[in-house]
């Protein structure tokens, strides 16, 4: 238990460090952001699969493109509503996935869901409202980005329970990198900024800061105490708040925080429901 608690902060610390870096870079465009965050991370997921000698292509290629395809969509759209939102509400915004996870899970799956979740739900998309609602610094666009963001992370939720153990999981984000190594090259086609010193040095560390908040994540749920601690995974929201205070003066509302609380409560409540 206390090693899967140890983890999961390790998790939450490196995406807390790559959201800091994103949120700093934002002069460079979407594009240019996700082919350094995806070429970051191809070094380590072609080095496994090659040096483990599991085939690259996978079973399932239709279903792994369209998983990269939905990942790199939603995280381009992040990257890009951090240019108009405080980091902390980007990163606690687009933490109402599973909530579109759920919704596609009814319809595509035939999943069912307990009413008492929809509540739940209905709990954490009232914390979006009083976010937008008593935070003026949280701008339309913005909001409207982060929340395109979540809807495709929801969608990769349900595409990465149809694909099912057929497939290794390093594959699967293989697929997600060389798709998103594609697609940032062509979008930064159009909106290239030359990166200066150690930019290149930072651009290439958001790669490696989503690898292995990606790989502590992953060590975490193999425990026996996955359900104890699925939760901390929120701990992100947090630490990068209370980052984004310090380095970037970010302002947040008592109301706005309020919100926040209720968006990860709601989600918490709905996973410990769902255990239980």
């Known amino acids: 238990m206390k090693k899967a608690i ?9 995406f807390t460090g790559m959201n800091l870096l994103v949120k700093y870079l934002t002069h460079f465009g ?7 965050r995806a070429f970051g991370s191809l070094f380590f997921t072609m080095s496994f699969l090659l040096w483990h000698k599991i085939p690259i292509f996978g ?23 951090v240019h108009y939102l405080p980091i902390g509400s980007a990163v606690s915004l687009r933490y109402i996935s599973p909530i ?12 069912r869901v307990k009413p008492i979740q ?6 954490a998309f ?19 980005l982060v929340l395109g963001s979540a809807l495709f992370s929801g969608v990769v939720y349900v595409l990465i329970n149809k694909i099912g153990h057929r497939d290794h999981p390093v594959v699967i984000v ?7 190594v594609a697609v940032g090259a062509i979008l930064s086609i ?46 992100e929201v947090i630490f990068t708040m209370i980052a984004g205070v310090f380095l970037f003066t970010d302002v947040y509302p008592f109301l706005s925080l309020v919100g926040t609380l209720l968006v990860i409560g709601g989600l918490v409540l709905n996973i410990w429901y769902r255990n239980k």
């Open 30 to 36: 979407g594009g240019q952001l996700v082919l350094f």
């Open 6 to 14: 140890y983890f999961m902060l390790l998790s939450a610390a490196s």
């Open 174 to 180: 293989n697929y997600f990198m060389w798709i998103s």
């Open 100 to 111: 579109f996870a759920t919704i596609l899970a009814v319809f595509f799956l035939r999943q």
């Open 59 to 81: 079973n399932q290629i239709n279903l792994l493109i369209y998983r990269g395809l939905a990942g790199v969509t939603s995280m381009a759209l992040f990257f890009m509503s």
């Open 190 to 235: 159009f909106n290239w900024t030359t990166p200066v010193g150690i930019e290149w040095f930072l651009l290439l560390s958001l790669g490696v800061f989503g690898y292995f908040g990606q790989l502590f994540m992953t060590k975490a749920f193999q425990s026996q105490a996955t359900h104890k601690i699925v939760s901390l995974k929120y701990v």
């Open 118 to 123: 929809w509540l739940f739900f209905l709990m």
């Open 126 to 144: 009232g914390g979006v409202l009083m976010i937008k609602g008593f935070d003026t610094n949280i701008d339309t666009i913005g909001l409207l």
